[in-house]
């Protein structure tokens, strides 16, 4: 038996193992672009978008008699079983290409046409029974194909972001009512500032990230314009009449999503507005989570020699030497996620800024940029959540001796004394070591029932906005 099939391009003939589901095009993405090591596989996403629009493409194309109903239906089998999550592996290409996505276009177009053609009852490479390019491809081009396929796999993340930032704003919106009644000091620029509690620090983190997850949604809509049915740079070259609004329809019913042609098809050909906007939204999360977590290691530091007002779940020991160190592993990894986002998005606004004329090569980089962006916020989420948030615990104690010790105590006492008379006891609390309430005492500047009334944690924290 034959080990071998012999594939012939343009450029010359290549053997391919006789049993691969790629073809000639696909080995040579495969031999010229041994970049990153991460093939298309990696993002499942991609892969099941490229298959959606070829199975809708195949659905109009039979509708309007652009290819064979035989033909048609054992591509859109083929695509379905992709879509269903099988022959993922002979996705192989690397996501850093040349081709402006024409490598992944053709690594779809063929493992679809040998998939149809074993379902035709024909050996991979036959392709005088059904063709990569003029049957699968029809009506079709990279220009097209892939920038909607991104677009599509992008979508696909935007609920699963949004369910983990909802998970992660609840196990915020938690923590801050346990500890609602937990008066602490409150910093600016790391220095002692004013009381508040550590109920409304926490209420401010839930906040925080609620308000990125209508924006993402918001966003992701700019993502459903697509360029779809218009072939190379826009020009609706090869396209046949009805072909376009049966497609888009057909993806639209696929997908789950409401998609739309684009109003000018060759400005949508070259333009990836909607990438940078959408990578921006992203970098703006990143650059919000990563301040929390920097929040929540300084407030659990110490945990006797820092600040020490909340504890983090211990989830593995800190140091190979340090006997009992443990470390703030969750943030920190977190904070690696968001800077990573963060250098994603120059990337994706430099590439995006790179395209020439009427098409942007550099699209790949921005799909691989992405699409980590997505995949490493989701999965980092989700961990802060379940392995750090929803396990935090405050000491109560420590953030009593703190805030008693503190000198922000003398804000409470301006609206009664005045700035400068408040401001003397804070510079005489500074100078002795004395706390203010002492201070405040000794001086006899308030009666001490008065001084305890207004020192206490239950009238500073009602100076509070209700939540």
Same mark, same amino acid.
Request: proline content about 4%; some cysteine; charged content about 20%.
């Given at each position: ?8 391009? =343009? ?23 041994? &970049? ?23 659905? /109009?194309? %039979? ?10 239906? +054992? ?6 079983? &992709? ?16 081709? *402006? ?15 149809? @053609? ?14 990569? #390019? ?11 194909? $892939? ?32 500890? /609602? ?22 209420? %401010? ?13 918001? &966003? ?6 697509? #360029? ?19 497609a888009i329809a057909y993806l639209a019913e696929i997908s789950g999503f409401e998609f739309k042609q684009a109003s000018d098809?060759?400005?949508?050909? %070259? ?18 989570? !990563? ?25 593995? /020991? ?8 443990? #470390? ?22 430099? *590439? ?21 962006? @997505?995949?490493i916020l989701i999965n980092g989420t989700n961990v802060l959540t379940e392995k750090c948030v929803v396990g935090i615990q +405050? ?5 009593? +001796? ?8 003398? =804000?409470?006492? *301006?609206?009664?004394?005045? $700035?400068?008379? *408040? /401001?003397? &006891? ?11 309430? =002492? ?13 305890? !009334?207004? @020192? %206490? ?11």
């Amino acid at each position: 038996m034959l080990s071998k099939r012999t594939e012939s391009d =343009t450029i010359g003939a290549l053997d391919l193992p006789v049993e691969a589901l790629h073809g000639i095009q696909t080995e040579r993405a495969l031999q010229n672009f041994p &970049i990153t090591g991460v093939p298309l596989s990696h993002f499942s996403s991609i892969v099941v978008a490229l298959a959606m629009v070829k199975q809708a493409a195949a659905q /109009a194309n %039979s509708e309007i008699g652009g290819i064979e109903p035989q033909k048609a239906d +054992a591509i859109i089998s083929a695509c379905q079983e &992709i879509i269903d999550g099988k022959h993922h592996e002979h996705f192989g290409v690397d996501m850093i290409q040349g081709g *402006a996505g024409t490598s992944s276009n053709m690594n779809a177009n063929e493992v679809i046409a040998n998939l149809a @053609l074993q379902k035709l009852g024909h050996v991979p490479g036959s392709y005088k029974h059904l063709h990569p #390019n003029d049957d699968v491809n029809h009506g079709q081009s990279t220009n097209d194909v $892939y920038p909607t396929a991104v677009r599509l796999a992008v979508l696909f993340h935007v609920e699963p972001l949004c369910a983990a930032l909802k998970g992660l704003q609840s196990a915020f919106e938690d923590r801050a009512e346990a500890f /609602a009644v937990i008066a602490k000091v409150g910093r600016t620029q790391l220095q002692d500032a004013v009381p508040m509690s550590l109920g409304a620090e926490f209420r %401010s983190f839930a906040v925080t990230v609620g308000e990125d997850i209508d924006r993402i949604r918001e &966003i992701g809509r700019l993502l459903t314009e697509i #360029n779809l049915g218009g072939t190379a740079i826009g020009t609706r070259i090869n396209v046949e009449t009805g072909y376009d609004a049966l497609a888009i329809a057909y993806l639209a019913e696929i997908s789950g999503f409401e998609f739309k042609q684009a109003s000018d098809l060759i400005e949508a050909s %070259s333009d990836l507005g909607g990438f940078v906007t959408f990578s921006g939204i992203l970098k703006r999360l990143a650059v919000k989570l !990563s301040k929390i977590c920097n929040d929540l290691r300084l407030l659990s530091s110490g945990p006797r020699t820092g600040l020490g007002e909340i504890m983090l779940p211990a989830v593995q /020991a800190g140091s190979s030497i340090m006997p009992g160190k443990v #470390n703030p592993v969750i943030p920190e990894a977190l904070n690696q996620i968001c800077y990573q986002v963060i250098g994603n998005d120059l990337v994706v606004t430099m *590439a995006s800024e790179a395209g020439q004329l009427q098409l942007n090569a550099m699209e790949p980089i921005v799909t691989y940029n992405l699409l980590k962006s @997505l995949k490493i916020l989701i999965n980092g989420t989700n961990v802060l959540t379940e392995k750090c948030v929803v396990g935090i615990q +405050a000491d109560a104690d420590r953030c009593a +001796a703190l805030l008693d010790n503190s000198l922000v105590l003398a =804000t409470a006492l *301006a609206p009664q004394l005045g $700035y400068d008379a *408040a /401001a003397r &006891i804070a510079k005489q609390a500074l100078a002795s070591g004395k706390s203010i309430r =002492t201070i405040a005492l000794e001086t006899g500047v308030i009666p001490e029932g008065e001084l305890d !009334s207004i @020192l %206490s944690p239950t009238a500073m924290l009602n100076q509070e906005p209700s939540p």
